[in-house]
């Protein structure tokens, strides 16, 4: 009968212990997030890396439907209307949002997770001109554009700012 007993008694303290652990990985893992746009979850977003990825199978006029999470290179100063994400190896992704319904904070910086879609455009020298300009670059770096230029691109319709 004593076998009986301590093994229940055991099975019950480990069990426990099981939950406490569970809890604290839970506890850990939950990070704190600003929300713009249309609400999203983390869970998901691939990492930049595996977007860069995605980026080189489409081709001018293609979309595809993407989440991922990567660190902020700048924010439109003027207003907040766009973001430039660092996608590793001296790649970037233009960020837009959705019919301009929501914008980034001109102070935003860090890890943000994007979800919307991800498309590749041929950028006019006038509109190159024209970002330059929102990012505050001289007159010298905007005269220095003179040619169109193939990028990244991507239409969020949601954003979390890591906190």
């Known amino acids: 009968m ?9 099975t019950l303290v480990l069990s ?3 939950n406490k652990v569970e809890e604290t990985k839970k506890e850990i893992a939950k990070i704190e997030y600003a929300s713009f746009g249309d ?6 977003a691939k990492s930049a890396t595996e977007v860069v990825e ?5 081709k001018v006029g293609d979309t595809i439907d993407a989440k991922f999470e990567a660190k902020i290179n700048s924010v439109c100063q003027k207003k ?15 960020v837009r949002f959705k019919d301009y319904g ?20 041929e950028v006019s020298v006038e509109e190159l001109r024209h970002y330059a300009e929102d990012a505050g670059k001289s ?13 990244l691109s991507f239409e969020a319709d949601g954003v979390l700012l890591k906190q």
């Open 39 to 44: 609400k999203i979850e983390a869970e998901g």
């Open 139 to 151: 007159e010298e770096e905007i005269a220095a554009i003179v040619e169109p230029k193939r990028t």
């Open 54 to 58: 995605l980026y080189k199978d489409l």
């Open 16 to 18: 426990s212990c099981k």
């Open 80 to 94: 907040g209307c766009w973001m430039r994400l660092d996608l590793e190896n001296d790649s970037e992704s233009f």
């Open 2 to 10: 004593k076998p009986i007993i301590v093994l229940i008694f055991c």
């Open 102 to 121: 929501f914008f980034m904070p001109l102070n935003a910086e860090g890890e943000v997770i994007v979800n919307g879609k991800a498309f590749v455009s």
